[in-house]
C-alpha cells in the first residue's frame, strides 16, 4: 500500500480517520499547530494549487474531504483535484453529499456534483462516498425553546453517524483498487422524519423536543438574525426542502457492506452518548 494523505485531517471527519487508519499517512491541514505530535505533517491550502501540489507529492492514494461552505468552493476543489492530478496521485477518496445533482435541491449538493464531474474529467482513480445527514449533528438543530425548525414537512432523511463513514472511509484507503470507480451512499439504516428524530432527541437528552415544519417565509424569516449572507441561508434552508422533496430518503446497505456491522441508528448513536 503506497502513501496515504488525509486532507481535513484536524476536522471532525479527517480526524476520525486519521485516528483509525494506522500506519503513518501524512496528514494535510491548514493549520500545523493543531495536528498531532509527531505526525508527517503538510500545511496546505485547497486554493493554492502548488501547496497542494507539493503536499500530495509521491500519495498514492488521497482521501478529499470536501472543502469548508464558502460561494468559491467548487473553485477551490478544482483546484485540489488539478493539484493531486500534477501530483501523480493514482486515487482520490472523495466525501459528497446525498443526492449530488447539477439541480439538486439542497444548494450545496450541486457543488458536489461539479466536483465529481471535474474528478471524473480529469481521469483520476476515484472512489466516491455520499453521506447523508451527519445524525451526530441533529441534537444542535434544536433551539434554546426546544423545537427544531424548518420547511421540511414530513420528509424523511437517512442520518448517518460520522464513525460509520470513518469506518467505511478506512476500509477504502486500505483496499482503494477495489473500490475505484464506484459511488456509495452513505446513510444510517433507516430514514426518519424530523418529528421523530426530535422525539428521539427528547428521548436522549431528557428534555422535551419537538419538531415545527415552517413555512418558506416562516424559514428565511426566523434565520435572519443570523444576518448571513444569502447563499448561505439559501443552503440552510435547502437543508429542509430537500428532506421535504425526499431527495435524502434513500436508505442504503453501502455502509454495512464497507465496514461489516450495522449502520448505525440516531437512537443507538445518541444513547452511546458520543455527539460530536
Known sequence: MGMIV???????????????????????????????????VAV????????????????????????????????????????????????????????????????????????????????????????????????????????????????????VAQDDIADAIVAVLREPAGHAGKTYEMTGPEAISLAEAAAIVGEATGKPVRYHDESLAEAYASREHYQAPKWQVDAWVSTYTAIAAGELAHVSSDVETLIGRPATSLRELLSSGDRA
Do not use: C
Open 6 to 40: 488525509i486532507s481535513g485531517a484536524t476536522g471532525r471527519l479527517g480526524g476520525r480517520v486519521a485516528q483509525r487508519i494506522g500506519g503513518r499517512p501524512r496528514l494535510l491541514v491548514r493549520d500545523a499547530s493543531r495536528a498531532p505530535q509527531g505526525a508527517d
Open 44 to 159: 496546505a491550502d485547497y486554493a493554492d494549487g502548488e501547496s497542494v501540489r507539493r503536499a500530495l507529492d509521491g500519495a498514492e492514494t488521497v482521501l478529499m474531504v470536501s472543502g469548508a461552505e464558502t460561494p468559491d468552493r467548487v473553485a477551490q476543489h478544482r483546484s485540489f483535484v488539478d493539484a493531486a492530478k500534477a501530483a501523480g496521485v493514482g486515487h482520490l477518496v472523495y466525501t459528497s453529499f446525498a443526492g449530488a445533482a447539477p439541480d439538486a435541491t439542497f444548494t450545496l449538493a450541486r457543488d458536489h456534483w461539479h466536483t465529481e464531474k471535474h474528478i471524473r474529467d480529469r481521469g483520476i482513480d476515484y472512489t466516491f462516498l455520499r453521506d447523508n445527514l451527519y445524525a451526530d449533528f441533529l441534537p444542535f438543530l434544536v433551539g434554546e425553546d426546544g423545537v427544531i425548525r424548518g420547511p421540511a414537512g414530513d420528509g424523511r432523511a437517512a442520518v
